[in-house]
């Protein structure tokens, strides 16, 4: 079946612009998850929905950074004013359960990402 | 504050011998623990984990060790083989929570 998709898989942007990066998670999964990597870092949170609701976006770095996920499937995150310090692999990743932990329920599969570089 | 680390970011191995990665970790509340690996240019895709009520988990060519009370847990590979070549993180999760804390991943280049 498929997997993860997201898109664009790269993207370029002069600072200033603003950018939005989609995630179509597997379908009838419940959870999705953003997460930045910087370059030589691991995967960082930033946001979790539960279908379409927001439960946790304490990892945003800034309010430039808003994430939706209106019917419970896509989400975009959106980056307002690009800076440099934005540039990062953006991940989504999707899971069937609500929670981390034991179980291939709960387990996260992780889309390709979106290279992200702001000049 | 970097709860999960992987204080080596690289390891080469020569092919047929065993790969040894390290991961520790500073929350005692952290019950369950995954590697994933990735590939250049794709996602992190599982490969295998530990409950904290266990010290050792093994599929295949791939074992898991936890030591609870120094709060650390290795993955290993025997035997290694060139396609295990990728980079492997290690994340844990606290019960009752929905999020994975990756370390920063360490760099195993197996040598043919």
């Known amino acids: 079946g498929a997997g993860v998709s997201q898109s664009p898989r790269y993207k370029v942007a002069k600072r200033g612009q603003d950018v939005a990066l989609r995630c179509d998670p597997i379908?009838?999964?419940?959870?999705l998850f953003w997460y930045q990597q910087a370059l030589g870092q691991g995967p960082e949170f930033l946001t979790y929905?539960?279908?379409?609701?927001?439960?946790?976006k304490s990892g945003l770095p800034s309010d430039r950074f808003f994430a939706e996920r209106p019917e419970g499937s896509v989400s975009t995150l959106k980056i307002q004013r690009t800076q440099q310090e934005d540039s990062a692999v953006y991940l989504c990743a999707s899971s069937q359960g609500v929670l981390a932990g034991v179980g291939s329920y709960n387990e996260q599969f992780f889309g390709p990402g979106t290279r992200l570089t702001v000049l | 504050d970097q709860q999960v680390k992987q204080n080596s970011p690289s390891l080469s191995v020569q092919e047929g011998r065993i790969s040894i990665l390290n991961c520790d970790y500073t929350?005692?509340?952290?019950?369950?623990f995954l590697w994933y690996k990735k590939y250049p240019a794709e996602g992190p895709t599982f490969l295998i984990s530990?409950?904290?009520?266990?010290d050792k988990n093994e599929d295949g060519r791939f074992t898991v060790f936890l030591n609870k009370s120094a709060k650390h847990l290795s993955l290993h590979i025997v035997p290694s083989q060139p396609g295990d070549s990728a980079v492997y993180f290690c994340?844990?999760?606290?019960?009752?929570?929905?999020?994975?804390?990756f370390g920063t991943g360490t760099r195993l280049k197996v040598l043919a």
């Open positions: 929350n005692s509340m952290f019950d369950y």
């Open positions: 379908s009838g999964h419940v959870s």
């Open positions: 530990i409950s904290s009520i266990k």
């Open positions: 929905f539960q279908n379409e609701a927001q439960l946790d």
């Open positions: 994340a844990a999760s606290a019960p009752g929570t929905y999020k994975y804390i």
